[in-house]
């Protein structure tokens, strides 16, 4: 299936890796041009370079607001439009309730959801633009469930979904699509960094997954790429899992 995606231009955060390189590894073969950042500097290069001639990087933090500003002013001068905003950020830090600071709660409420929002709003005027605008929140299986240990995630991301859910209306008519995924588990360097301090942790949750096995990011990135696309031109406001089956709830 052709994705019309040729020469249209997305914006990928948190790209350098994981999740995020997926979704701009799949746009890119897709015909894509793609501005990614990330945090550092060496890893962002590389994966710039890795994703080649259509990939464009700019150092970001998207839990500041002023580099959000400046990512969405590098796209303006490069590309003076923009088709598909993939809103992705780095996890907050696990622990239990007696762990977490007012502090803790602040900066993951800025990673989770402050980004979220600053990014869609900046970038409307340039989606605006586009003859098929999109956006992709990208969130977890724990806005169904909770997960163990991940306390901001699980209270945050919700929060991400409400989101999506209730600025639908308001961007349909503007022409502008807004969706959000939840990945289960997809093998990146992250879950495998989490997984080596103990061996059997991967079986243990391969076990639990109807389909046998964890994701690729390229699985997830290809799945992204669809939803960003024109072809997925009726789907609004809608969440879908990437997990495997490992969801078991009705609803
Ligand atoms: N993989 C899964 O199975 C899974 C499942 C559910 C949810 N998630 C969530 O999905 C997100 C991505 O996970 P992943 O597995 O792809 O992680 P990953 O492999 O660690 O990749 C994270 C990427 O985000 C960048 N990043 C982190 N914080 C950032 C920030 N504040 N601003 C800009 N870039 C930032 C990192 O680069 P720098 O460190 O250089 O900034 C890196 O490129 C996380 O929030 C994770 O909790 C993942």
């Known amino acids: 299936m052709d994705l019309k995606l040729n020469k249209r231009v997305y914006l990928v955060t948190a790209a350098s890796r994981g999740l995020g390189f997926g979704v701009a590894e799949a746009l890119v073969r897709e015909g894509a041009n793609v501005v990614i950042c990330g945090r550092t500097e060496e890893s962002l290069k590389k994966a710039a370079a890795k994703l080649g001639k259509q990939a464009k990087h700019l150092m970001a933090d998207v839990s500041k607001e002023r ?107 503007k022409g502008v699509r807004i969706n959000a995924i939840c990945p289960g588990y997809i093998y990146t360097a992250r879950v495998e960094e989490l997984m080596s301090s103990n061996e059997s942790a991967k079986d243990a949750i391969e076990s639990r997954i109807p389909l046998g096995r964890m994701g690729t990011p390229s699985e997830f990135g290809t799945t992204c790429a669809f939803l960003l696309s024109p072809v997925a031109s009726y789907i609004h406001g809608a969440l879908l899992l990437i997990d495997g089956g490992l969801y078991q709830g009705m609803m």
Not at 105 to 123: C, D, G, I, N, P
């Open 67 to 173: 580099d959000i500003d400046s990512l969405v002013e590098f796209v303006d001068e490069n590309f003076k439009k923009l088709d598909g905003l993939f809103v992705n950020a780095g996890g907050p830090p696990p622990g239990k309730f007696s762990d977490i600071s007012d502090s803790d709660w602040e900066k993951a409420f800025h990673l989770t959801l402050m980004s979220a929002v600053w990014l869609t709003r900046k970038s409307l005027p340039l989606l605006e633009k586009s003859d098929a605008p999109s956006v992709l929140y990208s969130t977890s299986i724990s806005v169904k469930q909770p997960i163990d240990n991940l306390l901001l995630s699980n209270a945050l991301r919700p929060g991400v979904i409400g989101l999506m859910r209730s600025i639908s209306p308001e961007l349909g008519p």
